[in-house]
């Protein structure tokens, strides 16, 4: 993300950095939390399972890039590394801190039966 003007304190560039990721994964927990896994239709099971997978991708970038810049490798504008950068937080901590959010977010649907719900949706069709 970029930004013109405007000064930031080192805890708003953290959150501006980490906002990429943590905004579809609150839009994801909550869809979660407000899921009927009493519902029948086929549809309304695939798009919940796929509305969890939205934000696995940016929560993976927060698992890797950290170690990745632990191994010298550091990717340019990116913003796992912007974070670090301006947080000052140990990579370990970022990739940690990620595999519990995605670990939370697998058991929470794994509670409201998305994923039996879904693979259960794919055993009927095929």
């Known amino acids: 993300m970029n930004y013109e003007g405007g000064q930031f304190s080192a805890a708003m560039f953290s959150l501006f950095h980490a906002a990429g990721m943590l905004l579809p994964l609150l839009a994801a927990i909550l869809y979660m939390i407000a899921y009927q896994s009493g519902a029948r239709s086929i549809l309304y099971r695939i798009f919940s399972f796929l509305v969890l997978l939205l934000p696995v991708g940016a929560v993976l970038a927060w698992v890797g890039v950290p170690i990745l810049c632990l191994s010298g490798y550091e990717p340019t504008g990116d913003d796992v590394k912007k974070f670090l950068d301006s947080s000052?937080?140990?990579?370990?901590?970022?990739t940690a801190a990620a595999a519990l959010l995605l670990a939370g977010c697998i058991g929470l649907a794994w509670k409201k039966k998305i994923l039996q719900n879904y693979w259960?949706?794919?055993?009927r069709e095929g």
């Open 88 to 94: 000052g937080v140990h990579p370990l901590a970022v």
């Open 120 to 123: 259960d949706a794919v055993a």
